[in-house]
């Protein structure tokens, strides 16, 4: 997969300072898999929800702000350490930029075209990243071409992709970039778990309440009913905002970045074949078959490298 030796290693997340546990990282980057499915799943059953999306974005960021604001104080010396640059790859690679491009992508578009493009991409994102950043080729092209084919096949057998949605299918593919730029600067960071969720939680949410509160962004959320609100904060706020920003960053420390990102691509895959008991939505040979292939490419991208003369 991705070498980068030239990366600086001497941080949080280095394998000197952090054991290499590959259980635990299969574990970790399995629920955020789950997450990433169960996202779509909710978007498609909460569809008939009034919140804006300035309610949603906050409750994706206040909720975990929140849960980790009293961790604050004791990683404030972490968070004085992280060059700016990590800043913003981090905070708007999965925070209100990356959550508004997918939101606003996802209504031209479709929830399976959400998992699809983000999810689905983010192996080829990251290849492309590193090539630019670090000017490092990928090792593994075939999965990674694997993988893109059975995106495009999931997205075909989805089919009510209009002429006009092309704008969205742009949204989508540059929120996979930005989710790139995230998984990327996690790597070499220094962050713990929880002191990167703070990155992603705390600056979108001081962004957001004011622009709500005074009216810039349309909200309706003192006027919708808790039961309306509970999925997107289940989703959303619990399951996204929450759980799989820590997830994601263990299983990046264990796995590292090319084989989180390779196995973050069943995300949309798991969500088709969810859909159908959950939603009662019919499974096609298309999308079975483009089911089967993204799992093909997965499975090769995420093989241990052979070692010279092994």
Not at 49 to 78: E, H, N, W, Y
């Amino acid at each position: 997969m991705l070498s980068s030796p030239s990366i600086p290693a001497t941080n949080g997340f280095s394998p000197q300072q952090i054991p290499l546990r590959p259980l635990v990282g299969y574990l970790a980057i399995a629920v955020t898999v789950l997450v990433w499915a169960g996202f779509a799943l909710s978007t498609r059953a909460a569809s008939g929800a009034q919140l804006t999306l300035g309610d949603v974005a906050l409750i994706r960021s206040a909720i975990p702000a929140l849960v980790f604001l009293p961790f604050l104080p004791k990683r404030m010396a972490m968070l004085k350490r992280l060059p700016p640059h990590r800043w913003l790859m981090i905070a708007a690679g999965a925070g209100l930029p990356f959550f508004g491009l997918a939101a606003i992508g996802g209504a031209q578009t479709s929830a399976t075209h959400v998992g699809a493009l983000i999810a689905g991409t983010t192996p080829v994102s990251v290849a492309v990243l590193t090539w630019v950043f670090y000017r490092q080729r990928p090792d593994a092209l075939l999965p990674l071409g694997i993988v893109l084919v059975g995106v495009a096949a999931l997205i075909g057998a989805s089919g009510n992709l209009a002429a006009g949605s092309l704008s969205g299918v742009a949204l989508l593919l540059s929120a996979s970039l930005l989710w790139g730029c995230y998984t990327l600067g996690l790597r070499g960071s220094g962050l713990d778990p929880i002191g990167c969720a703070l990155v992603l939680a705390l600056p979108s949410t001081l962004v957001l309440l004011p622009l709500l509160a005074t009216g810039v962004l349309p909200s309706s959320l003192t006027q919708v009913r808790l039961a309306e609100a509970m999925p997107y904060i289940l989703a959303q706020g619990i399951g996204v905002g929450l759980i799989s920003s820590l997830t994601y960053a263990i299983a990046i420390a264990r796995l590292g970045v090319a084989k989180c990102a390779a196995i973050g691509a069943l995300a949309p895959a798991i969500a088709a074949v969810l859909a159908v008991p959950l939603l009662h939505e019919a499974l096609s040979m298309g999308t079975i078959l483009a089911v089967l292939i993204i799992c093909a490419g997965v499975m090769l991208a995420s093989r241990p490298k052979r070692q010279p003369g092994a």
